[in-house]
């Protein structure tokens, strides 16, 4: 069974300028999560998409979107990048309980933004 | 404060030794706790998830939580080398989100 796949693996972008980075979950899952760990920062939360619906987003400005395609797919767009965005941005999926909370991600192996 | 608060480490055993990682948690609600293992360069990988207070294990990995002191902790017995890694623990809320400890890399030394 295939993992979570993320593209590209690697990306360096100038300041200002747009990216968009890509993930495919396990098959099954219907819930994408995408995470930022910068250096010295942690995991912190970005946004959760579940069933093509955005159902929560972390404390990031707007600047930060994505959304969730009818095979479960998800992109994360980043508009006008800043240095503080460099990080390695993780995407997860899971089953999701009934009652929204998870049994624990599998990630993808993420993509690394260096912003120039 | 953080909401989970993890031993910063890092940490440095012998081969064959026991590690015992540590984290706390400050909110008692949607108490589901994970353990996530990190090499570099890759993304976290789940080890083991848990619910209840006590103990559940899985092979040499003995998840630990205790909800009246709002800790957690895993054990790791007969460590070897490719268990060196960064460990996350996590805690899950009613909304998707997992909050993160910041990780605690342990180096087992041959």
């Known amino acids: 069974e295939a993992g979570v796949t993320q593209s590209p693996t690697h990306l360096i972008k100038t300041r200002g300028q747009q990216v968009t980075l890509r993930c495919s979950p396990i098959?099954?899952?219907?819930?994408v999560y995408w995470y930022q760990q910068a250096l010295g920062l942690g995991l912190q939360f970005l946004l959760w998409?579940?069933?093509?619906?955005?159902?929560n987003r972390g404390n990031f400005p707007p600047r930060f979107s994505g959304r969730q395609f009818p095979n479960y797919s998800s992109e994360l767009n980043v508009n006008a990048l800043e240095l503080e965005d460099s990080a390695l941005y993780l995407c997860?999926?899971?089953?999701?309980?009934?009652?929204?909370?998870?049994?624990?991600?599998?990630f993808g192996s993420g993509t690394r933004l260096t912003v120039v | 404060q953080k909401e989970v608060e993890q031993d910063p480490g890092p940490l440095s055993v012998p081969e064959g030794a026991i590690v015992s990682l540590n984290c706390t948690y400050s909110?008692?609600?949607?108490?589901?706790f994970m353990w996530y293992r990190q090499y570099s360069r890759k993304g976290p990988e789940l080890l083991m998830y848990?619910?209840?207070?006590g103990n559940k294990e899985d092979g040499r990995f003995t998840a630990q939580v205790d909800k009246s002191s709002k800790y957690i902790s895993l054990f790791i017995r007969d460590s070897q080398p490719s268990d060196s890694a960064t460990y996350l623990c996590?805690?899950?809320?009613?909304?998707?989100?997992?909050?993160f400890g910041d990780g605690t890399t342990l180096t087992v030394k041959p």
């Open positions: 997860a999926s899971s089953l999701v309980h009934a009652a929204y909370q998870t049994y624990g991600y599998t």
């Open positions: 098959s099954g899952h219907t819930s």
């Open positions: 998409y579940d069933e093509g619906e955005e159902r």
């Open positions: 909110n008692s609600a949607f108490q589901y």
């Open positions: 848990t619910y209840s207070s």
């Open positions: 996590a805690k899950a809320t009613n909304a998707g989100k997992s909050t």
